[in-house]
């Protein structure tokens, strides 16, 4: 299974791709790392940024979507902005989407420790967390 981790930061979607494929994982290539939208009160550039993740997602085979929850209230709550990005990707037709909160993915990393350091990925460090997302949800 090909799934994309997401996390939501600001005005930007960092993303992650990761398969599991007989009971390995693998971190294959992407284009993009992460996607942004700019100007959000703009309906097209919303309409852009949804049809950028589509065409990724078609390009890609993904199968599976994966959002890191954010709080709607409190001192760490998400943005508008942020909020906006989450619809533009549940929104998409072509592929599931599902929100992970912070502490089923938690719990699934304790269940099954990564089998890998992040620093040895070659992964961006901006890319962790969505990385663990994608992780947390292809951990069975």
Do not use: W
Request: overall charge positive; proline content about 4%.
């Amino acid at each position: 299974m090909r799934v994309c981790g997401i996390e939501i930061k600001g005005s930007e979607a960092i993303l992650c791709l990761m398969t599991l494929k007989d009971g390995l994982f693998d971190l294959p290539d992407c284009r993009q790392t992460r996607l942004a939208l700019t100007q959000d009160k703009d309906a097209e550039n919303v309409q852009k940024f949804q049809f950028n993740l589509a065409k990724l997602i078609e390009d890609y085979k993904i199968e599976q979507l994966v959002i890191k929850e954010r709080p709607q209230k409190g001192k760490f709550a998400g943005g508008a902005v942020g909020f906006k990005i989450e619809a533009a990707i549940q929104l998409i037709n072509r592929c599931p989407s599902l929100i992970l909160s912070g502490s089923i993915i938690k719990e699934k990393i304790k269940q099954h420790p990564l089998p890998v350091d992040f620093k040895d990925t070659g992964l961006k460090g901006f890319q962790e967390t969505a990385f663990v997302t994608a992780y947390a949800f292809l951990a069975k």
